[in-house]
């Protein structure tokens, strides 16, 4: 009796080792042949920053830890400013940010960069904004950018109104409310459509681009998920989430130009591949001042670019190394068709990513 | 033959066994407090940059840390206020149904039933909340604003997808109707057979018996129920974080998009990215959260001791 009693959990562990263990064999022997590949690199890698990044970092960690099997990288989704404060006090190697440093932030100094080194700002990730929406038996919507700051605003309260009704000829509106659903945590994401509307429609979106959403208005939600939720569940809701993230939803089209344009990761890439660069920087730093304001209609100009920020020399040589290979890869093509499977990114147009590689270059 | 032998020199043998218990028993009584002395102190400690920041620090309008944490405690306050107001009565509707209605093998089933309620994690109850509750409740929610909208706990616009405060306090009533109902029933069990009899002989039907020996003797009891489910509905995070459409004001409509939200849904929220000055403020929040539930506790501790006479002890 004893022995049924504590053998079979005794029986079932042991199987249950054996099969884990196996498992474990059986993933470690490709990477163990990767390795002879593989250039010698070592050590651990350390990075924090931008939750946006956050599912393309696990899928590029994952690839360059199996083609660098001695080589660990962490990285924290802590949350851009986060990442940055940490990046600046030498907590981390390099920092994923959805903003560019800032001019004050880059007077002072950084604590992993060596004296004569200094940080600099890397595009890696861009991501087309979707808005998304959730009205009975309405399929296309097409919105200005003063509509759609009105409507999020909460100046616009039902779907049938003439605004809208003036953009959309075709549709037929219901007389239901208008629930406009935006992010109740701090996001990139907010940030970034809080910028397109405030420069192309200032005169209504008076409020300076922030992390959190500036108006006491609307449907609050946790996360891009809450946010999609809320939309897919609700009545008459309109909400803004990454685009890879808008599944089988309505997703508005907004208008660049004279037309009305749907999201494309070619067109998200193109409006970032034809802005211009901060000004007032040093050559190395990538810094996009994305243009929102672009008239183009092979441009989708509602994106967030997301950068890793990095030293262009370090205090521990080998820690550059790192960083070299690492960024290299998330910016290369093989980096930029990861995350787009992974995160839906957009991939950097080929003259950017060649640009990011020159100074990548000169990484020491 | 009488010896007088000095009072102090009786003395119970010292045994190990006896020493090391009531070491251990003082131990465990005293890390309880200076567990609770620990967090006190780092809460205050990490708090105070908060009271001293400045404006810039604060998202949103708020002025000073006092206008940013009161729409936060009031919105803690209320939302468990109404998760209460619905619980309570549903609590001691099923606690008297088991305890004194129900057939012995039904009620039994029941109670395991409701104390397995207690056993769901809170962020099951969020998605349940997010994904069928709101959902459900929305076409509900239109019409009530449609027919009662000029009460002003009802007042339009009506949020488009049921994530208001009414929905969070029934997800937060069903996360305390476990702890409630346990505590009402065991209670409600412990009325003095002899005083229920005597009244049944008096010729009081079931519901004047209840109203006249149970529920009178089990009131301390249903008190101090309560208070362990306001301590739960006050300090619940996950499932508000999830539910709520949150919005950093005092408003008492019911059914909008904006609604007040909690102290502990606001710092799971805001937390992931805060950093700086931005940390101790919601730390500072916490601390005031810590604060209304001692509050709540000592009330409720006066309460029970006021009505001491009737308690379920004696």
Not at chain 1, 46 to 64: K, L, M, R, V
Not at chain 1, 291 to 305: E, I, N, W
Not at chain 2, 115 to 127: E, I, K, T, W
């Amino acid at each position: 009796m004893n022995f049924t009693r504590f053998g079979r959990p005794a029986v079932i562990a042991v199987v249950a080792a054996l099969a884990l263990s196996s498992c474990a064999a059986n993933e470690a022997a490709p990477a163990a042949s990767d390795a002879a590949t593989a250039s010698a690199l070592t050590g651990t890698l350390t990075g924090a920053g931008s939750s946006a990044q956050g599912s393309a970092q696990e899928a590029w960690i994952a690839a360059f830890q199996t083609a660098n099997p001695d080589v660990t990288v962490n990285y924290d989704p802590s949350g851009s400013g986060a990442g940055r404060a940490t990046f600046i006090a030498g907590g981390s190697d390099f920092a994923g940010s959805d903003s560019y440093l800032k001019d004050e932030e880059l007077a002072g100094t950084f604590a992993a960069c060596a004296p004569t080194g200094k940080a600099v700002d890397l595009p890696v990730y861009i991501s087309p904004i979707a808005v998304i929406f959730n009205v009975e038996g309405v399929k296309d919507l097409n919105l200005d950018s003063p509509t759609l700051a009105k409507i999020f605003k909460g100046d616009i309260t039902t779907w049938n109104d003439p605004a809208i009704a003036a953009l959309n000829p075709k549709a037929t509106l219901p007389t239901t409310a208008i629930t406009a659903v935006h992010r109740s945590d701090d996001s990139g994401t907010t940030k970034n459509f809080s910028d397109y509307l405030n420069q192309t429609a200032p005169d209504v979106w008076t409020e300076k681009p922030g992390d959190p959403f500036p108006y006491q208005t609307g449907e609050g939600a946790k996360g891009t998920s809450g946010v999609v939720d809320a939309v897919t569940n609700g009545t008459g809701t309109i909400g803004y989430a990454d685009a890879s993230r808008a599944g089988k939803l309505g997703v508005a089209k907004i208008k660049v130009g004279d037309k009305f344009v749907g999201y494309t990761a070619e067109a998200a890439a193109a409006v970032v591949a034809e802005s211009p660069l901060v000004e007032g920087r040093d050559a190395s730093d990538l810094a996009i001042k994305v243009d929102r304001l672009t008239t183009d209609p092979t441009h989708y100009p509602l994106v967030l670019v997301s950068y890793a920020l990095v030293c262009t020399e370090y205090a521990k040589p080998a820690q550059g190394e790192l960083v070299k290979a690492y960024v290299s890869y998330m910016a290369g093509t093989d980096g930029q068709s990861v995350a787009a499977s992974a995160g839906g990114a957009a991939p950097l147009s080929a003259d950017l990513a060649d640009k990011v590689a020159a100074v990548l270059e000169s990484i020491k | 033959m009488t010896t007088i032998v000095a009072r102090d020199t009786i003395r119970a043998p010292q045994r190990a066994g006896d020493r090391i218990f009531s070491t251990a028993t003082v131990v465990a009584g005293s890390l309880i407090l200076a567990v609770l002395a620990a967090v006190a102190a780092f809460l205050l400690v990490q708090s105070l940059p908060a009271f001293v920041a400045t404006p810039a620090d604060f998202k949103g309008d708020a002025a000073n840390f006092w206008a940013y944490v009161w729409p936060l405690a009031f919105g803690t306050l209320w939302s468990a206020l109404l998760a209460l107001l619905i619980a309570i009565p549903l609590a001691i509707g099923i606690a008297l149904f088991i305890s004194h209605y129900a057939p012995r093998k039904l009620a039994q089933g029941l109670g395991y039933i409701i104390d397995l309620l207690a056993a769901v994690p809170s962020v099951v109850f969020g998605l349940w909340g997010i994904g069928v509750l709101a959902p459900l409740l929305q076409p509900f929610y239109t019409s009530l604003v449609e027919w009662f909208g000029w009460i002003p706990l009802f007042a339009g616009p009506v949020s488009g997808t049921g994530r208001t405060i009414l929905t969070v306090s029934i997800v937060l009533a069903v996360m305390v109707l476990p702890i409630i109902t346990a505590i009402c029933r065991e209670i409600f069990l412990q009325t003095p057979v002899l005083y229920e009899e005597a009244s049944l002989a008096l010729g009081a039907t079931r519901w004047e018996m209840i109203a006249m020996a149970v529920l009178p003797f089990g009131r301390s009891g249903i008190i101090s129920a309560s208070m362990l489910g306001l301590g739960r509905a006050l300090g619940e995070t996950m499932a508000v974080a999830m539910v709520l459409s949150p919005s950093p004001q005092v408003i008492f409509a019911l059914l909008t998009s904006q609604n007040p939200t909690t102290i502990a849904a606001n710092i799971a929220l805001n937390f992931p990215e805060a950093h700086g000055t931005g940390v101790n403020i919601l730390l500072a929040t916490g601390l005031v959260l810590f604060v209304i539930t001692l509050a709540v506790n000592m009330v409720a501790r006066v309460i029970i001791n006021r009505r001491k006479a009737f308690s379920g002890a004696n």
